[in-house]
């Protein structure tokens, strides 16, 4: 048996008993490198550190006890050992998806601003500790990988999507669209992508930039009068990432550069890469022409994970962060936060601060107390900004269209700044975005309106308790 053989083996075994997410994280890409009968000892090579101690952790007996039954009472020791490459004689396990390549970072990564180019240098520790921390002067994390993204029933089109993506640039999925709530990865795949694209080496150019940023560098590249080098800089690509791509909504100047960018980079054959928090056609703001273009590739979208996924999600936070938890604390930190990975990071940060600060572990009544409030804010979590607006018009018996519209008469401009002034206040929305939920208004109108109702309030007068009973409202459907 080889040892390739072998180890598809154990997987075989392990894979009916481990779920999904938790096979397709801690699992893939690991292979044996090698199997010395004598010392009855077996190396498994993994990609990283994090999965490295995991299997030590969590899945060393499972592993020692598929291995034996399989070699016959043959194997006393398994070392787990991070193999940047593997022997050419070993091909990595695929767990059902493509198999992410590995290597060491192979790019030089630019400053924000520039656009990276790949030039594929394998190897040493020393340079690739130097890339990362290029990578991390671009916007580019290189803790957002593929083989850090817990893979569950919520996100896993878009997980394969991007792999995908990364396999063929601009063949498969272009332009490919992800949309979802907050906190729930699609940064993280994004960046994955840029990250793998830069580890697989050769000369790829990628810029990754936010909207909001690239509103900005057209707006100053306009101003100074560099129209040309912003050009330059965004339309000789091979790779664009642009996160958050509905703050481009309602910004004409931008939106016609954002076109023909999209344009030549296609026609190129380059790849592009959005995430969203709505679909293309939701975005307020975005003309046919470019609504039809983003939907001319793929959409995926993310959705909240499921219990299983949480568990998972949590059980590697607390490798990342060398802490342990009992099992009850665990279920119900992952029941008590549904929403998104934000949230549930969030909590575990808040215990670590408690329990360092008093320099014991907590217990579960304490974390019940700790975490109390950021409960109440997951609640909160769960009302969408346009149910938000939808309850304010209820309450003030006025049409939605009224709200959205033009009219500047008290009886909507009041409900339209107090809406804005939730939006900020109950579900922290960027002014942007607050001012695309209603009627594609400009930020500083929300940024004013939220002011205004501010001043208000601290004044306990009758608007405060308009806002309150509106709150109540909200929270009752939410």
Known sequence: MTNDELWKAVLGELELELSKPNFNTWFKNTFVVSFNEGEKEVVVGVPNAFTQTWLQNKYHKPIMEMLNRITDEKVKKVIYQVEMTRPASTAAVETGEEASRHGSLGATLPRPGQVGTGQGKPGQEEETRKEETLGEKVGLNPRYTFETFIVGGGNELAHAACQAVVSALGQKYNPLFIHGGVGLGKTHLLQAVGNEVFRDGGAKRVSYITAEDF????VESVREGGGKNFKNHYR???????DDVQFIGGKDKTKEEFFHTFNTLYQKNAQLVFTSDRPPKAISGLEDRIV???????????????????????????????LNLEDKVVEYLVSSFQRNVRELEGALNKIIGYSEFYNRACTLEEIKKIISSLASQSRRGAVTPRQLVKTVVDFYEIKMEDLMGGGRKKELAVPRQIAMYLLREE??????????????????????????IVREVDQEGRIKQEI???????????
């Open 292 to 322: 039809s273009r983003l939907e001319m590739g793929m959409i995926a979208d993310v959705t909240s994970p499921d219990l299983e996924t949480r568990r998972a999600i949590l059980d590697a936070k607390l490798i990342e962060k060398s």
């Open 236 to 242: 000789n690509l091979d790779l664009l990432l642009i």
């Open 215 to 218: 509103v900005n560098a057209f």
């Open 468 to 478: 309150d009973l509106i709150k109540e409202r909200l929270y009752e459907q939410g």
């Open 427 to 452: 579900l922290d929305c960027s002014y942007p975005t607050i001012g695309d939920e209603l009627g594609g208004r400009d930020h500083t109108t929300a940024m004013h309106a939220y002011k205004k």
